[in-house]
């Protein structure tokens, strides 16, 4: 199994940005697709972009899209995902996660190993 830690987070301005860094460990990260959630006070975990294998494919939920960008460098071992336009709403714990498949999907029970989480906090 890959272990996943997250950093970059922080406390932003309403319009602000932030790019987020997930480090893999112990398998290398281009044998898994990986992907984005974050989860605000209260509610369920979800789903905010994914990323293939070999980056070829990327898909992201409706409400960041064309704010956020997930990428990844193989060759280091790191998930980033970067993000623009940041509103009150995308305040929540952002986690990384890593599946066995070509392709992630888009719930939970896609992937198999998650980092602790970092807190991204933006302010109004």
């Known amino acids: 199994q890959v272990q996943l830690v997250e950093s970059g987070g922080g406390l932003v301005q309403d319009g602000g940005s932030l790019r987020l860094s997930c480090a893999a460990s112990?398998?290398?990260?281009?044998?898994?697709?990986m992907g984005w959630f974050r989860q605000a006070p209260g509610k369920e975990r979800e789903f905010v972009a994914a990323i293939s294998l070999i980056a070829t494919i990327t898909y992201y939920a409706d409400s960041v899209k064309g704010r956020f960008t997930i990428s990844r460098d193989n060759a280091k071992n790191t998930l980033y995902l970067q993000m623009h336009s940041l509103k009150p709403e995308d305040t929540a714990v952002y986690y990384c996660a890593a599946s066995g498949t070509i392709v992630a999907g888009t719930t939970t029970g896609s992937y198999d190993s998650w980092g602790q989480g970092t807190q991204v906090t933006v302010s109004s």
């Open positions: 112990g398998r290398t990260a281009s044998d898994y697709s």
